[in-house]
């Protein structure tokens, strides 16, 4: 069974930068066909995406953090990054890095999450 492991979270002041990385404790075959993706989490809310690279290498971001964070993933490390700019409060959450098959609903494989807290 393929684990996701998150790194990188902490506290950041307003205007700073985190990078996250999420490691699989495997390589998975044909893990280019997968949808590589970063979600985060607040109490009481659903989890939400943030970012995705899409089979195909599209990245697609949520409106609140486009143009601040960035996606990508190093296929030879089995390591998916988030690269997060410019972050505010409201980017304060516990984030997940998922992996989901080809045909898949939901993500197959899920991260314990990371916690990031923006404030001054």
């Known amino acids: 069974q393929v684990q996701l492991v998150e790194s990188g979270g902490g506290l950041a002041q307003p205007g700073g930068s985190l990078r996250l990385s999420c490691v699989a404790s495997e390589s998975m075959p044909a893990d280019h066909l997968y949808e590589w993706a970063w979600y985060r989490q607040t109490p009481g809310t659903p989890r939400t995406s943030v970012a995705v690279i899409r089979r195909g290498g599209r990245s697609v971001y949520a409106d609140a953090v486009k143009g601040r964070f960035t996606i990508s993933r190093d296929s030879a490390e089995n390591t998916l990054f988030l690269h997060m700019d410019n972050l505010n409060t409201e980017d304060t959450a516990v984030y997940y890095c998922?992996?989901?098959?080809?045909?898949?609903?939901?993500?197959?494989?899920w991260g314990n999450g990371t916690k990031v807290t923006v404030s001054s």
């Open positions: 998922s992996a989901k098959s080809p045909g898949g609903v939901m993500p197959n494989y």
